[in-house]
């Protein structure tokens, strides 16, 4: 057998020059099966073309994995080192392993608490701290309006290539494709488009009621599931202008428990997309990535279906099929599908699984300060409570909505941004070009530089007790700027409607039987927040 020696040598060598003069360049999470495909064959090529390593087959497979083994600690070697010591980052307080490799934030991040993870982070390092190779967490009042507020320069980070080839104004990463698609969104949830979809949201919360009703006097309501069933059947409704009918039947689609157990997935992987992208592409038929690609499949049969149903009924469905039909002649029959498919899941995910993380936290927090109860109550004495325009001038009713989205943001710690050319200054602090910044809304909606007792519920801050907020800056559930969420208007109207209305018909109180501290104990970050159970009594009002 000849010697491997030099075989060993050069593939080392190979190591340090594939991490210097390849891998450390550019964006990789989208090419993820490329690479891996080439190594596969590599080896192959190692194995097949190299006969003289030995005449024994088993010597020469022992010669092979010695030599791509070699390789990769060479690569890996060379990629910890550069990260450690070279990095421009290197500055940056934070924890080692942290630096070396994002596998650390996902195995911290594992039980999907990496809100509470920042928050820890925060406490211990500062305000501006190493949360990956190549990735800031900024904890400063400004945070959120230095990455998302006018005249930025930064852009959607990888996470957003999610859904490739698909995409949507959400998802896309272009900033004049952006433009473009969220013209198409401002005018699916316009002003106009509100007041055609208020009647039927109108509806929808006499079928909450219902439902409540059906638990049956004193009987405990498990609030996640009601409020989860009419906000997707809120968002059936105007998405395609069709009925899920999870308040009428009590019960989960089996396409939204898919999509719940794949957020699940999504969760510890945030900040790891080509973990992900890599399960989409080589194993999509195993447990919960089975249960993203189900999830996806059911999206596109909506649409598809909505495509074929000639409804006329106003609904978003119908002015991304418009925009679907004006594209034929500029853009290929994939590229509109793609188009069509990701402002569906759009819809699905962020429209709905957003609000109802709200509207599940509101009725915890009126059970546990039920003063606040009366203050709405009194309020609704002088207003139609079925009038949208009319519940959003009522001070207490939104500080009560504010201070939910305060404390419970719809998105926890998500909304990743890679800096503009010219980088990003915090407080006097550098962030170089390019790199990877992160304002986490649930760290830094309760900083105590920017609120008074941040951790209190106090809904007067927001109309009556201006001092108790120091920087408003702070608050941005919706994020700001022309990255702001597009449904913001919606799922204000959604969360004031059925708060109001509900409220008028029921008394509501915690179920003596559960521990109401349940919902902020289990409370997830699964992409959206997943809060953890909350049980309530809804009495009906004489």
Not at 315 to 341: H, T, V
Request: aromatic share 10%; with cysteine; hydrophobic share 45%.
């Amino acid at each position: 057998m000849a010697s491997t020696a030099p075989l060993l040598v050069g593939s080392a060598i190979a190591g340090v020059v594939a991490h210097l003069a390849i891998f450390i360049r550019g964006e990789w999470h989208l090419r993820v099966p490329r690479v891996v495909a080439g190594h596969v064959a590599l080896v192959w090529a190692v194995w097949f073309f190299m006969p003289r390593l030995s005449e024994n087959i088993v010597d020469r497979e022992r010669t092979c994995a010695w030599i791509f083994t070699s390789y990769l600690i060479s690569l890996f070697s060379s990629i910890t080192i550069y990260r450690l010591f070279f990095h421009r980052l290197k500055r940056f307080p934070g924890p080692k392993l942290a630096a070396v490799t994002k596998f650390w934030h996902v195995f911290q991040a594992r039980d999907s608490l990496n809100y509470l993870l920042q928050q820890e982070l925060h406490k211990k390092y500062g305000t501006i701290v190493r949360t990956g190779p190549n990735e800031i967490s900024i904890y400063h009042p400004a945070g959120i309006e230095l990455l998302d507020g006018a005249k930025n320069t930064n852009l959607k980070d990888p996470w957003y290539d999610v859904l490739q080839p698909r995409t949507s104004a959400i998802f896309t990463r272009d900033e004049e494709d952006h433009k473009a698609r969220r013209h198409i969104w401002n005018q699916a949830i316009s002003t106009k488009s509100l007041n055609d979809y208020a009647p039927r949201l109108r509806l929808l919360v006499n079928e909450l009621a219902s439902c409540i009703e059906s638990y049956g006097v004193g009987s405990a309501v498990k609030v996640n599931d009601v409020m989860s069933w009419f906000s997707f059947d809120a968002m059936g409704e105007f998405g395609f202008a069709e009925d899920f009918g999870m308040l009428r039947s009590r019960s989960w689609q089996p396409a939204i428990e898919r999509q719940q157990r794949a957020l699940a997935l999504l969760a510890p992987l945030n900040d790891t997309i080509w973990l992900v992208r890599a399960a989409f592409a080589f194993v999509p038929w195993l447990g919960k990535v089975k249960d993203w690609m189900g999830m996806v499949e059911f999206c596109d049969r909506k649409m598809e279906l909505r495509l074929n149903s000639g409804v006329d009924k106003l609904d978003m469905a119908s002015w991304f099929i418009d925009e679907f039909n004006q594209l034929s002649s500029i853009r290929s029959l994939k590229s509109r599908r793609d188009l069509l498919s990701g402002n569906t899941i759009s819809v699905i995910v962020a429209g709905s699984d957003t609000t109802r993380a709200t509207l599940i936290s509101i009725w915890y927090f009126l059970s546990k300060y039920p003063e606040n109860v009366d203050k709405i109550l009194a309020e609704l004495r002088t207003v139609d409570e079925t009038d949208h325009n009319a519940l959003a001038l009522l001070p207490h009713l939104n500080g009560v909505i504010n201070e939910t989205l305060r404390l419970v943001p719809p998105q926890l710690t998500g909304g990743g941004r890679i800096t503009g050319p010219e980088g990003l200054m915090v407080g006097g602090t550098w962030i170089p070009a390019g790199t990877k910044v992160n304002a986490p809304k649930y760290v830094v909606s309760r900083l105590p530089e920017a609120f008074e007792h941040p951790n209190d519920f106090i809904p007067e801050r927001w109309y009556s007790r201006p001092e108790l907020i120091h920087d408003k800056r702070a608050y941005a559930p919706f994020t700001i700027g022309n990255r702001q969420c597009v449904g913001k208007n919606l799922a204000l109207v959604e969360l004031r409607l059925s708060t109001a209305m509900i409220l008028k018909r029921f008394k509501v109180s915690f179920s003596p039987d559960h521990d109401p501290e349940t919902l902020m104990k289990g409370l997830k970050d699964q992409v959206t927040a997943q809060p953890g159970e909350c049980w309530c009594i809804f009495e009906p009002r004489e």
